[in-house]
């Protein structure tokens, strides 16, 4: 029997061609130019990815023996679903594998802004002593509003309640009885913008969250609300932000996801550069332990369906062939 052959184009830790190659599997992991994946896609049925590699219509055509797409990880912006779907291929995604990362770089923000950590330190590594300028405040006492309820928004809920913080939020799939038992008081949109002190999305981005925060929502915010976006760019309208940070409505903001990335554009030297911000380069689930969980678990997801096993972690719907 020929063994199936499975292509890993992006760097991902060793651990997801181990396991592939311990179950019978012919796995090539290299980066390939676009030119030369278009050549050589033909000869696989398996294509594992992170985010580098794009998995466009003309790939998804060549790829005339391609069953699955696996993505290392939650988004799937870089794969044409539509056209996977035509062509019957499954795309998969690992998204429980990034959850404690992304949850604790959140709170991990909330927290450095609440004390100006980024810019305290800059300013004593150029040699001051700023104490009175870095003045910051508690968290405690304060209101969390946590867009999206899922994995992630639990977790970040479950360890900002140690700071004292009352965790309020919504979510249009979870019931609040649900919420309620990892303490989360869920509650319609309109009713968590007046309250909040800190917001921060865990969604996905589709038609319906793009620009959820925008100039109509920070005017029915506290002034000096606080905003966190860990999840995907654009649910946080960038340029009313930047005019929010300006005129003081919004009270800071902490972005580890943009709407171009890498930030080129000339408005993101302004947005970047206010000294109520802080950006990280989409890093969370950057960390050694998500990185080998999510390619430990697109592993078994591939070996589960190529051996025509019940699986997790579809994000398209296809013909399953008996």
């Not at 292509?7 to 997801?16: A, E, G, N, R």
């Not at 009713?191 to 981005?205: F, G, K, S």
């Not at 709407?259 to 030297?269: C, F, G, M, N």
């Not at 999510?294 to 994000?315: D, P, S, T, Y």
């Amino acid at each position: 029997m020929v063994a199936i052959k499975i292509l890993i184009s992006d760097p991902l830790d060793p651990v997801c061609g181990e396991i592939l190659k311990k179950n019978g599997y012919q796995v090539d992991q290299v980066k390939l130019t676009k030119e030369e994946l278009l050549a050589t896609i033909n000869n696989y049925e398996g294509l594992i990815v992170r985010s580098e590699t794009k998995v466009t219509a003309e790939v998804l055509e060549a790829g005339s023996k391609l069953q699955i797409v696996g993505r290392a990880g939650t988004g799937t912006d870089n794969i044409d679903l539509d056209v996977a779907t035509k062509h019957n291929v499954l795309v998969m995604n690992t998204p429980g594998g990034n959850t404690l990362s992304a949850a604790e770089h959140t709170c991990i923000l909330i927290a450095s802004m609440a004390r100006q950590i980024p810019a305290a330190c800059a300013s004593m590594k150029n040699g001051a002593w700023d104490r009175k300028l870095f003045s910051g405040h508690e968290l405690y006492g304060k209101t969390l509003a946590i867009l999206g309820l899922g994995r992630i928004g639990k977790e970040v809920a479950l360890r900002m309640q140690s700071y004292g913080m009352k965790t309020i939020g919504f979510d249009p799939i979870i019931p609040g009885e649900v919420t309620k038992e990892f303490g989360v008081e869920s509650m319609p949109l309109e009713e968590i913008w007046p309250q909040a002190d800190y917001i921060t999305v865990h969604t996905p981005l589709i038609p319906q969250t793009k620009h959820m925060i925008n100039d109509e929502v920070f005017n029915k915010c506290k002034k000096g609300v606080r905003l966190v976006n860990v999840a995907r760019g654009g649910i946080i309208d960038e340029e009313s932000l930047l005019r929010n940070l300006k005129s003081g409505q919004c009270g800071g903001a902490g972005l580890d996801v943009f709407v171009q990335e890498p930030p080129k554009s000339e408005y993101y030297k302004e947005l970047l550069g206010h000294p109520n911000m802080i950006c990280t380069p989409h890093l969370g689930a950057s960390t050694a332990e998500a990185q080998r969980r999510v390619c430990e678990e697109i592993a078994e997801q591939f070996i589960q369906f190529f051996k025509g096993e019940e699986f997790v972690g579809a994000v398209n719907k296809i013909n399953i062939k008996a």
